[in-house]
C-alpha cells in the first residue's frame, strides 16, 4: 500500500505482559515518528527515527518503553510489563525528509492497545 | 517544555457561519502544523506553515502564522457539516527532535 501501516491493528493483553507493535512507513521516508493517543485526548509524542537513529529518547514514558529502527524502514515499539496506563491508541507516523525540513506528517491508523 | 494550547476546545455552530480557532505555543518556533481527524480515524494534514505571516487556504479553512505572538489560527468560513472532526495544531522543538500537539478542538457543525 501507499501509506503507512501499523500492526495489529487492536491488541489485548494481560497486565505484566510484553507488547511489540510494527510500524511499516511509507516507501522512502526517512523520518518516523511514534505518538501515544489516549482516549479523547490529544497526541504525546514518544519518539522520532531519523534513518536508524533517534536523537532524543526523552519522550519515551518509561524504561518500560523501547523503540527501535532497522534498514531505514520498519520500526517496532516494545511495551515491556504492560500497566494498565498504557492502553491507548498508539500511532506511527513517517515524512519524507528530516522534520527541519517542514513537511507534513502521514499517520497510519494506529494500534488499539488494550491492557486488562 | 513546550506547551501548545488550542481554544475552544469545543465548538458547536451551525452551517454557513465562520469562526476561528486558536493556536498559542510556548517558545519560539517558525513553523506550525494543522491536521484534522475524523472520529476512529487517524490524522490527515491540512496545512504546514513555515515562516513568519503565512497564509494558507484550503476550501473553506485558512490557516495563517504570527511567530512574533506565537499564534496561529485557522479560520473556517461558511462552515458545512463535513467539516465536523477534531482539529489539531502542533509545532516542534527547537532542534526538531520533539513534537508538540495541541489538545485539539472538536468542532460540530449542525445542519
Known amino acids: 500500500g501507499a501509506g503507512v501501516s501499523q500492526s495489529p491493528s487492536n491488541k489485548v493483553t494481560e497486565k505484566g505482559k510484553d507488547v511489540e507493535l510494527r510500524c511499516d512507513p511509507i516507501?522512502?521516508?526517512?523520518?518516523l515518528y511514534w505518538y501515544r493517543q489516549s482516549l479523547g485526548q490529544g497526541l504525546e509524542f514518544l519518539i522520532y527515527f531519523q534513518g536508524n537513529s533517534a536523537p532524543d529518547k526523552s519522550g519515551l514514558p518509561s524504561d518500560r518503553f523501547s523503540a527501535e529502527r532497522t534498514g531505514g524502514s520498519v520500526s517496532t515499539l516494545t511495551i515491556q510489563r504492560t500497566q494498565q496506563e498504557d492502553s491507548a491508541v498508539y500511532l506511527c507516523?513517517?515524512?519524507?525528509?528530516?522534520?527541519?525540513?517542514?513537511?507534513?506528517?502521514?499517520f497510519g491508523d494506529g494500534t488499539r492497545l488494550s491492557i486488562l | 517544555e513546550l506547551k501548545v494550547e488550542q481554544n475552544p476546545l469545543f465548538l458547536s455552530m451551525q452551517e454557513g457561519k465562520n469562526y476561528t480557532i486558536y493556536c498559542n505555543y510556548s517558545t519560539t518556533s517558525d513553523r506550525l502544523y494543522w491536521y484534522r481527524q475524523d472520529p476512529g480515524k487517524s490524522l490527515e494534514s491540512l496545512f504546514v506553515?513555515?515562516?513568519?505571516?503565512a497564509v494558507k487556504q484550503e476550501g473553506r479553512l485558512m490557516a495563517s502564522l504570527d511567530t512574533k505572538a506565537r499564534l496561529s489560527t485557522l479560520h473556517i468560513t461558511a462552515a458545512v457539516h463535513d467539516l465536523s472532526a477534531t482539529y489539531f495544531c502542533?509545532?516542534?522543538?527547537?532542534?526538531?527532535?520533539?513534537?508538540?500537539f495541541g489538545s485539539g478542538t472538536k468542532l460540530n457543525v449542525k445542519p
Open positions: 502542533a509545532v516542534d522543538s527547537y532542534n526538531f527532535n520533539k513534537f508538540y
Open positions: 516507501s522512502g521516508h526517512t523520518a
Open positions: 506553515l513555515l515562516s513568519n505571516g
Open positions: 507516523a513517517s515524512s519524507l525528509q528530516a522534520p527541519r525540513v517542514g513537511q507534513p506528517q502521514h
